[in-house]
Structures are given as C-alpha cells and as structure tokens.
C-alpha cells in the first residue's frame, strides 16, 4: 500500500510557526509491529500515532537520506541550514529550535542523542543499510526511554546479515557530490554478520558548507538454540564539515543570497565510534529478558564565530550505557497482560577546552563536565477483550550534574513520569486510542556551560510538558486508511537560548502547542 500524506497542520500557538508536511514521494508502509513498548506489537494495541516505514518503502522512495525520507510523513518538519545534509534537524510536534533535543532518535534501540548539543549526525545511518524506521510521536516515550522524547521517539532498524550477500554502489550529484559504499553479509547455522562502509564528499550548496565523510560498521549476532541470541555491533564515523551559519532577514536585505555564507572559516571536524552488545533471553511466548551495554565516544574540533566574537572548542564526550529488561507475558481467560520492567543507566562525560573571545576579552579554560542517570521504569498492557486494551507506565528519572572546576560542583535533578492510554478496535482493523502522558528533558551539558563566558550555569532546571491526545484510524479496505489524531502540548520552565543574554535559560510561564495531524494510505 502506498502511504500519501494528503494533509499536516501542526498549530503552534505561542512558540513556533504554522508548519505544514511535505508531500515529496511516495512511501509503502506495512502496520506490522512497533517499538513503542520497547518490545514487538501490533501499532494498534499503541495508545499513539505510529508509523512504519518498511524496507520495501524505503526502496520504493526516491529519498537519498533518512531525513528527506521522513520528511514525507505526517508532522514531520525537516530543516537544513547547514546545506551539506549532516546537521539536518527533524522536528516532531513542533519544537523548532529545540527540536533535536525534543527527538529521540534511536538505532537497534541504541540511544543517538549525545549528552551535548551535537544533535544527531544523519550522515552516520546509511539509508541502504536500514531495514525499517519506526515513528512514535508525542512523549508516550518519556516513560519507557526517558530524556528527549517530547516530541517523539524515532526508532531506525538495521539489516541484519542473512544469506550470504555483496554488493556496492557509487552516485554523483550536483555540487560536487560523491558518494560510494560497499557492503558484505551472511551468516550460516547459529552465526551471521553484515559488513558495511561508506564514503561521502561535497562541496555543499552554499559557500563554506563542504563535508567530506567516511564511515564503517559491523552487526554479528549469534543464536544458541531458538531461545536465546547474543548481539554485537560496531560502528566509526569520521567528518570535515564547513558550517557556514544561519542567514538571517536582515542579510538579504543586505544583499546576500541563499548560497552565501555569513561564517566562511567556521568548521567542525568529528570523530565517533561506538560499541554495543548484549543477550536476548526469550521464555518461548511468555517474554524475555533483554540486557544492552554500549560505549560510545565522540571527539569533535569547532571553531565559531558570530557578531561578539569567536570560539575554538575542542571536546571529547565518552557515554556509558547499561540497559536491563524483563518483559513478562501472560493470560487469563480471554484477558492478557504483558508486563514490562526494567532500568536504564548512562554515565556521560564531556572534557572541552575552551579559547574565546567574547566583546574583545579572550578567555581560555579546561573544564570536566559529567552527567550521571538512572532511570527506572513498568509499563503494563491490559487486554480485556479483542477490543478494548489498557496502558500505562510509570518511570522515575535522576540525574547527577558534576562540574569542575565550578562553584558548586554538582547539582542533581529528577523527575516522576506518567503515561496512561486506553485503545479501542472496531470495523475491519480500525482502531481509535486516547492517551495521557507527562515528558520531559533535562539540560545537556552545553546548555549548563557558556563557550563564551567559560562559565557554568547551575540554575536551569528540567523542562516538563503534559501531553494528551485523541486519534483514530479508520480502514476503507483492506489496504485503504485514513488516520487523524488531534494533541495538544503544555510545555513548563521550556529551555530555550536567549540571544540578549548570551545564556539558555527556562521560559517563564507555559507554552503550548496544540496540533492535527491527517493522512491517507491506500
């Protein structure tokens, strides 16, 4: 079936603009399982608006990266100012500015968002090595992952090795654009494995927006009997990026041009890699139990300049992540339940050293930045009948900020997050859910630190919003939906940058984004 996106308002009443959804290409899309319970589900038992985009409608589309994909779906809003497609910004349920702090994006459930404000590196998830993306929207999330899932939770599966297969392709485009990969997979008995490496370079459509990128990954996964699977997987990023800033009103006015660049030797240079691996315990149909540990590191060289002055930052950013789940399922009669449990653990630590000049005083430092966070979570799915189905979750989060040097050297900060919903399924396989659900974000560690002062900020606290939403989808035929839901959005002590102050700061008062999203799929 074809996914077309007829319509998408997103209305923005206090803090964003209109935004309405780009009808680009056209997208096959399967209602098989969904993620949004952090195990495999019918979307239809999911109290939220969800998308799958298979691996079918991914070679279908015409889109060359994963965001020029998910800029064709409902409430997706995507922005490149960079126009060298690696800083590219998808923006669920209207946070603007914000919106990469707003948006989990998660690969073979490992979390992307940094602890810094690096955002997500598209250029790093190949679109021909991923299998499917799931798209949950609103902060149903923030119960079973936690921090930056406000807007919602973008969850990109990789392929996986199976029959022994090779392959390899190069492209050239416009602006000097090259790119070339290669991959090699298979696997045979109780081991399979997939290989992959790419390679990127441009000179970008506007001036000072050149990248040039390489990049290389593995997946193994090993199978003892038909109950249990091990998983390890790998991947190295590295970029030269120019980043030629954000052109403002008043530089056309001035004469510039959409291609010109108001920062010309501004550039970044990014090095990353990571490490995952983990069991899988399956107790046949009845659950499992699911342990992920991951490492990550990224070092980064940005140099900055804007109308007070510039800054040099060179920062290293090392996470450490340990995530254990149990996952139970029974029945009683004709009730079921599935009953989830389980904890999330990340250490981040961020060293940067630091030269700027800010009004014509340079300053230079050395500072050790760490962010230590448990989460603990249950989520519980209550079948009653064929058609009616429970949900709800509870999660408690705390996180640990340590700074040196600082005065004081650590604060601390938690949250308690909720998220109740009920569905309702009738005529073929329609289906009409209303859910309740309280998100949240905390401030990364470039928000507590100022490039330009070298100074830290302990007084921002944690932006809070509650979420409620009302949705159904209604089959034609078979094949044939359409799907409308309404939201509404009320954001507390919103974290924003105030330009007059040089330093990012809560919103006094409540902001409030209030949205209807409407598609077709036949």
Known sequence: MNRITLLTLILIFLTTPLMADENETTIKVEEVVVTATRYEENPA????????????GINNSTARNIPDLLRTEAG??????????RNMTVDLRGFGETAALNTLVLVDGRRVNQADLSGTDWTQIPLDRVKKIEIIRGGRGSVLYGDNASGGVINIITKEGETLKAGAGAAA?????????????GGSGNLYYSVNGSYLTSDGYRDNSSTESKDAGVNLNYYIGDYVRLNFSSGYHKDNTGLPGSLKESDFDAGASRTDSVNPDDFADVEDYYFKGGPEVYFMDNGLVKLDISYRK???LTFSSFAAGEFTGDTAVRTLAFSPQLVLKNELGDASNTFTIGIDYQKAEEDIVNDSLFF?????????????NYGYYVHDEISLTDNLLFSGGYRYDRAEFTFSPSTPDNITMDEDLYTAGINYTFYRKSYAYASVSKSFRYPVLDELFSFFTNTIDTGLIPQKSNEYELGARFYINDNCYIHINVFRIDTNDEIFYNPSTYANENLDGKSRRDGVEISFSA
């Open 360 to 372: 014509g005083s340079r300053t230079m430092g050395e500072f050790e930045l760490e962010k230590e």
């Open 173 to 185: 485009g416009s602006f000097e654009t090259y790119k070339g990969n290669a991959y090699f997979s």
């Open 298 to 300: 990224r070092d980064s």
């Open 76 to 85: 997706a809003h995507v922005t490149d100012t960079g126009g060298n497609k």
């Open 45 to 56: 038992s999911v109290p939220a608006s969800t998308t799958v985009i298979t691996e079918e």
